[in-house]
């Protein structure tokens, strides 16, 4: 099967998807793990599971010099950020602060 989206319907699907797979409250499900996989399919998705386990989740995002994460907010878990090339931009809102994070 092939999906032909527009570059604005990719880009909220695979900002819905985010969303789902990172507020469900079991990331190891059947479900999630096929939320992943077709996650990864979409263009611009970069991401690369790291590891996994029953309470953390390390990935690379790989995201284009002007591209970006929409808004999202998550009721369960919290992230954190490190910055392997860069410089990148992130912005909170609870606190609003915006940080610039440099390689490291």
């Not at 570059?7 to 695979?14: G, P, V």
């Not at 878990?77 to 490190?82: A, K, L, P, R």
Request: glycine fraction near 6%.
């Amino acid at each position: 099967m092939k999906l032909d989206l527009t570059d604005e319907e990719a880009a909220a699907l695979l900002s819905l998807l985010n969303r789902v797979i990172d507020d469900d409250r079991y990331p190891l499900s059947p479900r999630i793990r096929i939320l992943r996989d077709i996650r990864a399919k979409l263009p611009g998705a970069g991401h690369e599971l790291v590891a996994e386990g029953a309470d953390l989740r390390v990935q690379v995002l790989t995201l284009a010099a002007g591209q970006c994460v929409p808004w999202h907010y998550h009721t369960e878990i919290s992230d954190s950020f490190v910055c392997l090339e860069g410089p990148m931009v992130v912005e909170t809102r609870a606190p609003r602060h915006v940080y610039r994070l440099l390689p490291g």
